[in-house]
Every structure is written in C-alpha cells, then in structure tokens.
C-alpha cells in the first residue's frame, strides 16, 4: 500500500545535481503532505522523503565522485528520508547498505527508489539515535534542521567515530549544525526546491565528524 502511493503520488526524475540517480519526486510538497493526511487516520509528518534535501544532494555526489569512501564496506544512512544517499552508497559499491528512518513512507520511498536506481538497500524503520550500529561507515544527510534532532544525532554521531567509523555529514548551512571537531572535506553549490528553501541554490558542505 504505502509503495503503491509513493508510485502513485510522485513522479520519477532526475536528481539535479546527482543526475545519474533518479527519485520518485514530489512537485508541490503541501498538496502531498495534505494527501498523506487525508489517507491515514493518524497526524502524518511533513513528507521529507519525497525531495532531495540539499544535504542529501551533497553527500550523494561526493560519495558517487569518491567510492573508495564506502566501496566494500557496510554503510548506514540515517534518518534517510528518500533514500537519496543509501542509492548512492549502494551505486558507489557499499555492501551491504542500510537505510533508516522513524518514517514508514521513508523507508517505502528508499524501497522504491533503490528498485528504481537497480541497487539493493535494506531498512530499519527505528530510531536508532539510543544504539550503537556496527556499520564501519555512517551517513547523514540534512539532520541539524532543529535544536531538538540535533541534540540527539551528535552524540550518536560521535559515538560512531569514537569507535572508528567513517562518519560524513551533509549539511547546507542549518543552524544547529556544530562545526566544532568536524572536518570539512569539500562544499558544493546545490540547487534546491525554491518552494521549500526560498533560494534556488544553497551551498553545503560535507563535513567528516571526529570523536
């Protein structure tokens, strides 16, 4: 049902600036957040999955432009929203890849997604920011966006560096982004959904998180 209303409701397309991916895509985010509601009995969250987020953009294309990064290695992608960067860790040869979020339309657009891009992801619908996974890398994309998330995904974060993971964050400039023991690997100029982010570019800037 749910991969059936992603299909449904969404077209597929091209990334724009990771073109050799393709996601099933929103074209006007409020009239889809209103047809989740009115399709479900419960209060849906704001549909994050069906639009390629700045962040996600970013860490795609640089993991796509550099796959020794994940090549061979298990990945996770957390909080993965369409599954943008799980497609992208998969295609640049991460094996196996895991896509995560709390969001079962998430993980039914990752699904739909990977199918769409001719990769194998895998999901775990769980907030995980209480865990410790095994990955040997670690992916986020776009997750500083409030105070709240950002006070729980950096001590997760950390936690996956201090036991020597590699640990790459996507982010276009959020407020509650701390850059302190962070590394930055490069910044790109992405373009962005005006309707959702008021400019029609953002620069982001991939960040390697320290313990």
Do not use: C
């Amino acid at each position: 049902m749910l991969l059936e209303f992603i299909r449904t409701h969404t077209i597929p397309r091209p990334v724009p600036f990771v073109p050799e991916i393709r996601l099933y895509q929103a074209e006007e985010p409020i009239a889809l957040w209103e047809k989740t509601e009115s399709e479900s009995a419960t209060q849906q969250p704001p549909p994050f999955w069906a639009f390629a987020w700045a962040g996600g953009q970013a860490l795609a294309r640089h993991i796509l432009d550099n796959p020794t990064l994940v090549a061979d290695r298990p990945a996770l992608d957390l909080a993965t929203g369409s599954g943008l960067v799980a497609v992208a860790a998969a295609k640049a040869g991460a094996h196996p890849v895991t896509a995560n979020d709390i969001d079962p339309l998430s993980l039914a657009a990752a699904t739909v997604n990977a199918e769409l891009n001719n990769v194998r992801v895998r999901t775990i619908e769980a907030d995980m920011l209480s865990a410790d996974p095994p990955e040997p890398v670690v992916l986020a994309g776009d997750v500083f966006y409030s105070r709240e998330m950002a006070a729980r995904v950096l001590p997760f974060l950390r936690r996956a560096a201090g036991r020597g993971a590699l640990v790459l964050v996507g982010d276009p400039g959020r407020a509650y982004l701390p850059t302190d023991r962070m590394i930055r690997q490069t910044t790109y100029e992405v373009p962005v959904e005006i309707t959702l982010e008021s400019v029609p570019t953002r620069p982001t800037t991939i960040w390697q998180v320290l313990p």
